[in-house]
């Protein structure tokens, strides 16, 4: 499975960015996608997650209100729609996917910088 994520840059805080993971290859099966994030210096942290459904998301709290995240099952992307930009959401954001809570597989990450 390969994940490609697109869609990072810089943008003020305040305003917004869509990202978008594309997934390929032995997709069957796949059940749940994710979004990572890590700053620099910090470990690696959960942003969402949703379901191959779209029934059920999660999401951090420190973007819930601002961040919403959504499927396309029969393109196999992902997309996370991201508003009210603060500085501290400024990281690499990464693309996670696999079956329920054992998610192996990793996009190679896109940079989202959001200046204040």
């Known amino acids: 499975v390969q994940l490609v994520e697109s869609g990072g840059g810089l943008v003020q805080a305040g305003g917004s960015l869509r990202l978008s993971c594309a997934a390929s290859?032995?997709?069957?099966?796949?059940?749940?996608m994710g979004w990572y994030r890590q700053a620099p210096g910090k470990q690696r942290e959960l942003v969402a997650v949703?379901?191959?459904?779209?029934?059920?998301?999660k999401y951090a709290d420190s973007v819930k209100g601002r961040f919403i995240v959504s499927r396309d099952n029969a393109q196999n992307t992902m997309s996370l729609q991201m508003n009210s930009l603060k500085p501290e959401d400024t990281a690499v954001y990464y693309c996670n996917a696999g079956y329920g809570l054992v998610r192996p597989y990793w996009g190679q990450g896109t940079q989202v910088t959001v200046s204040s």
């Open positions: 290859g032995s997709t069957f099966g796949i059940n749940a």
């Open positions: 949703i379901t191959s459904g779209g029934g059920s998301t």
